[in-house]
């Protein structure tokens, strides 16, 4: 299919990285989604258009995977640098580029300073504000994210989205900043908001703050290059139009009636001014010296997503991720071991950044499965696995289906319940409850305190002083519990059923036959671990520090020996 979406990382001078969705054949366009959301937004566009043309779609700066700019306060002019860096390092000359708010923001400051790189820019919300309304939008709109160790914040940005769904500027509350034009959206549409959001994290603020502050005037006055600005008469923005200065013979001025509209005249205008060349093929995303960097592997129909480091030489460490988790609670240990070994670790299917290839029904010698493609993808033939929790179970079925592959596997907290029938639905039904999507954003709080309770009781849903556990400090963090309740979140559709797979998995059927040397640290209850080495003489149980440094060190010594 010409229209499938993949995912793809651009690596900028070597310094950062874009995240960009692409999809069709045909000469290229580029599309620019407004803040702080990402080219996710874009979906449904990019598969209407994709059959026609060849399209990209890439996260601005700070937003959705794109690295922010090493810049305090960007500008609009830098973030139109940053899309015609963009477009070079894919091979981009010239296209039609489309934006839609802050997207047009800055696809109207790519055609008015560098207008040799489009063929066609269009501004979809022209952003035009009076003076004092910019000023006061600058002292109050961005309101910094900031984490409390209860999860109160994230009550705080789901109310502040849907307070922004009811008045503009969201902050205020008078009778004249009421918008009349909408209704409340159903939660799962704020819900993608908040994720996208959160997703961004602090960063969301850079080309937000950009757009309201933007030359709206002379690059009105001093266009060059062909373009089409428009606001929906439905648009929060539609009055900027009426400020708008006398405007270049370039620009066309257009007044939809509403968003609909406004796709179709931007369709109609991209047919008139395509772009000369053919879309470039697909890039090699090239590494960050000296970091973890991020790609995306096509895997099974599906993109996945990898973070790791390649300096180093010799056989790489794949890391496994715990269920509905991601890689980024294995950078803490990549990071240690840049320069020494190669490590990498992908978001399991349905899992972080990964798309779901997989379907809903989780298994884990389908996760395996998907593991040992992206595997050969990225050239390799052979793997030491670190897994945590239920990635140590992926681990071991990988070794069982591939024992060529896997040459040692270091599970420092195994998950081996071997769960069956009304045992099993029971542990699913206290273990991982349904998450219902409430209008009122209830739900972020009831994750956050039921991951912060697992650091605290086991199980969690048994808060008694008989089943008080001793976690680490950083383990309850409200940094690390932040990112583990948004990882939840963005495997929300297969959490459960993620858990039941690792719940139920048969290790000690899979593991009596893997030849590879076994290290595994002390489960509850321990005649867990002596019934596994009585099946295999290659097991060796041994207890761990939580220090990740002696962590690294421990399986540095292990992958050695």
């Known amino acids: 299919m010409t229209n499938q979406i993949s995912r793809h990382i651009a690596t900028i001078d070597g ?45 601005t700066p700070g937003n959705g995977l794109s690295d922010p700019l090493p810049i305090e306060k960007p500008t609009m002019t830098d973030f139109a640098e940053n899309v015609v860096s963009f477009m070079d390092a894919l091979g981009i000359e010239k296209c039609p ?16 300073k560098f207008p040799e790189k489009v063929t066609i820019g269009i501004v979809d919300g022209y952003v035009n504000m009076p003076e004092q309304r910019v000023k006061e939008i600058m002292e109050n709109y961005f309101a910094p994210l900031e984490l409390d160790w209860s999860g109160s914040h994230l009550t705080w940005v789901w109310s502040r989205f849907r307070e922004q769904i009811i008045f503009f500027p969201w902050y205020r509350k008078d009778k004249e900043s009421r918008m009349t034009g909408y209704s409340i959206p159903p939660p799962e549409y704020q819900q993608n908001a908040v994720v996208e959001f959160l997703r961004a994290g602090k960063a969301y603020v850079g080309p937000y703050r950009a757009a309201f502050i933007q030359d709206n005037i002379n690059s009105i006055k001093e266009m060059k290059a062909k373009c089409l600005v428009m606001s929906s008469k439905t648009d929060v923005l539609y009055d900027g139009l ?12 257009a007044r939809p009636d509403n968003p609909s509209d406004a796709i179709i005249l931007m369709k109609d205008t991209i047919k008139k001014y395509p772009s000369p060349n053919p879309a470039p093929d697909n890039l090699n995303t090239l590494p960050l010296k000296g970091k973890i960097w991020g790609q995306y592997i096509q895997v099974g129909g599906g993109s996945l997503y990898c973070r790791g480091n390649n300096e180093a030489e010799g056989r790489p460490v794949l890391f496994i991720h715990s269920s509905a988790s991601s890689n980024r609670g294995m950078e803490k240990y990549m990071e240690l071991l840049i320069g020494q070994k190669n490590t990498f670790c992908i978001d399991l299917p349905g899992n972080g950044e990964s798309d779901n290839p997989m379907g809903l029904e989780v298994t884990v010698e389908k996760q395996a499965s998907f593991l040992v493609e992206a595997i050969h993808a990225l050239g390799y033939d052979s793997v030491d696995v670190f897994g945590e929790w239920g990635g140590g179970s992926v681990g071991i079925e990988l070794a069982a289906q591939h024992p060529e592959m896997v040459k040692h596997i270091f599970i420092p907290n195994l998950m081996s319940m071997e769960l069956k029938g009304d045992a099993l639905e029971e542990m699913c039904s206290n273990y991982t409850p349904q998450i219902e999507i409430d209008k009122y954003g209830t739900h972020w709080t009831t994750v956050w305190n039921m991951l912060r309770d697992q650091e605290l009781y086991s199980p969690w849903y048994k808060s008694n002083k008989e089943n008080i556990i001793h976690p680490d400090e950083e383990s309850i963090s409200s940094e690390v519990i932040h990112r583990r309740t948004l990882d939840l979140f963005k495997s929300y559709e297969i959490y459960r059923s993620a858990y039941k797979a690792h719940f139920s998995y048969e290790i000690s059927r899979k593991i009596q036959d893997i030849n590879c040397p076994i290290l595994i640290g002390p489960s509850t209850p321990l005649s867990t671990n002596e019934g596994l ?29």
């Open 15 to 59: 310094k950062r990285q874009v995240h960009y969705r692409k999809a069709g054949l045909g000469n290229p366009i580029v599309l620019l989604h407004q803040s702080p959301k990402s080219s996710e937004e874009y979906i449904p566009l990019i598969k209407e258009l994709s059959l026609d043309y060849t399209v990209f779609a890439p996260d």
């Open 97 to 112: 580029v489309y934006g839609f708010h802050t997207g047009g923001s800055c696809a109207l400051e790519l055609a008015w």
């Open 242 to 253: 009426d400020r708008m200065p006398k405007p270049s013979s370039n620009i066309n001025v």
């Open 533 to 561: 080495k009585q099946l295999n003489q290659n097991i060796k149980i041994e207890s761990f520090s939580s220090n990740k440094f002696e962590l690294v060190e421990r399986l540095m010594n292990f992958c050695e020996a």
